[in-house]
């Protein structure tokens, strides 16, 4: 009986040894740290892998996640510097890079953060005017993040960014923003309409101009051509009167024939509107000889005179 309370008790010792062994060893996940503490005091910290803690002296003080973080704080009543009062919510962006200050450095890090957003931004905002304000996000951004960045390297924790979510004036104020924006739009359509009719009628304007300038331009090419065609008309009538003087030259009249082609021109000449001619003497003496033969050929033949 006695053999067998000593097995018992021995399995049981076993059993317990080997269930102590086994968590006293302890896996860290990836991105993750364990603070160990040693009879009250910092021991260590863990990074990832497998780590063996001794049992009932070493203990894990805080278990810390190295992944970058977000907090949305909520919105938080700022005055600027002309006095309106606005409702403005943070998010933050930070990341934890030293977990022994983390774990010891400040009483509930994340509060202290909210705390310390929500004071630093009192500060900027009460320095700037409501239209800065809603104009200069950015600019707010950046200073709380350098204010927040030096003040949190003590606690271990780097603020990687900062941003204004929303910034909410007063009702009063959003209703008179909301006139002053669609005045401004209705300014701007009233513009763009005035400059699409000044483009309009500039280019009616030029349209008309240059329809001008064509129909001028023809109407000179026309006449241009006109006088073209009748300068050349005149040099034909030259060129065909000078090519007869010149046969005619080449053809040595005599001079009866002369005279004959004198009186056939006067005749043409007396056919017109004039009322006197003037016959010169050379060609007088033939004017009547050929009277005279004109009336010996219609006495001797009748016939032949009327064909004459």
Same mark, same amino acid.
């Given at each position: 009986? =006695?053999?067998?309370?000593?097995?018992?008790?021995?399995?049981?010792?076993?059993?317990?040894?080997?269930?102590?062994?086994?968590?006293?060893?302890? /896996?860290?996940?990836?991105?993750?740290?364990?603070?160990?503490?040693?009879?009250?005091?910092?021991?260590?910290?863990?990074?990832?892998?497998?780590?063996?803690?001794?049992?009932?002296?070493?203990?894990?003080?805080?278990?810390?996640?190295?992944?970058?973080?977000?907090?949305?704080?909520?919105?938080?009543?700022?005055?600027?510097?002309?006095?309106?009062?606005?409702?403005?919510?943070?998010?933050?962006?930070?990341?934890?890079?030293?977990?022994?200050?983390?774990?010891?450095?400040?009483?509930?890090?994340?509060?202290?953060?909210?705390?310390?957003?929500?004071?630093?931004?009192?500060?900027?905002?009460?320095?700037?005017?409501?239209?800065?304000?809603?104009?200069?996000?950015?600019?707010?951004?950046?200073?709380?993040? /350098?204010?927040?960045?030096?003040?949190?390297?003590?606690?271990?924790?780097?603020?990687?960014?900062? !941003?204004?979510?929303?910034?909410?004036?007063?009702? =009063?104020?959003?209703?008179?923003? !909301?006139?002053?924006?669609?005045? =401004?739009?209705?300014?701007?359509?009233?513009?763009?309409?005035? @400059?699409?009719?000044?483009?309009?009628?500039?280019?009616?304007?030029?349209?008309?101009?240059?329809?001008?300038?064509?129909?001028?331009?023809?109407?000179?090419?026309?006449?241009?051509?006109?006088?073209?065609? !009748?300068? @050349?008309?005149?040099?034909?009538?030259?060129?065909?009167?000078?090519?007869?003087?010149?046969?005619?030259?080449?053809?040595?009249?005599?001079?009866?024939?002369?005279?004959?082609?004198?009186? @056939?021109?006067?005749?043409?000449?007396?056919?017109?509107?004039?009322?006197?001619?003037?016959?010169?003497?050379?060609?007088?003496?033939?004017?009547?000889?050929?009277?005279?033969?004109? !009336?010996?050929? /219609?006495?001797?033949?009748?016939? =032949?005179?009327?064909?004459?």
């Amino acid at each position: 009986m =006695e053999t067998i309370t000593i097995l018992i008790l021995l399995a049981v010792a076993v059993a317990l040894l080997v269930l102590l062994v086994i968590t006293s060893i302890k /896996v860290v996940p990836q991105s993750n740290a364990y603070v160990v503490e040693r009879l009250g005091a910092y021991q260590k910290t863990w990074a990832t892998g497998i780590h063996v803690k001794i049992p009932f002296i070493d203990r894990i003080a805080k278990k810390v996640s190295l992944k970058e973080q977000v907090i949305d704080f909520p919105p938080q009543p700022v005055i600027t510097k002309d006095n309106v009062t606005m409702q403005i919510d943070t998010v933050v962006y930070f990341q934890i890079t030293d977990s022994k200050l983390y774990t010891y450095g400040v009483e509930r890090p994340i509060s202290a953060i909210e705390n310390l957003t929500a004071t630093t931004l009192r500060n900027i905002i009460g320095e700037m005017e409501l239209d800065h304000t809603l104009t200069s996000r950015d600019v707010i951004n950046s200073k709380i993040r /350098v204010i927040l960045d030096e003040a949190t390297d003590a606690w271990g924790i780097k603020v990687n960014r900062v !941003e204004l979510k929303n910034i909410i004036p007063p009702h =009063e104020i959003q209703a008179a923003m !909301e006139k002053q924006m669609k005045a =401004e739009r209705e300014r701007r359509a009233k513009i763009l309409d005035a @400059e699409g009719e000044k483009r309009s009628a500039v280019l009616i304007a030029e349209g008309e101009k240059e329809s001008a300038i064509l129909r001028a331009e023809a109407v000179k090419e026309t006449k241009i051509r006109e006088a073209q065609g !009748e300068a @050349e008309a005149i040099l034909s009538v030259q060129r065909a009167l000078a090519d007869g003087l010149k046969m005619l030259n080449e053809a040595d009249p005599k001079q009866s024939v002369v005279a004959i082609k004198s009186l @056939e021109a006067f005749e043409k000449a007396a056919d017109g509107k004039a009322t006197k001619i003037i016959i010169p003497s050379e060609i007088q003496s033939l004017a009547g000889l050929a009277v005279s033969l004109k !009336e010996l050929v /219609v006495r001797d033949h009748p016939n =032949e005179g009327a064909n004459l």
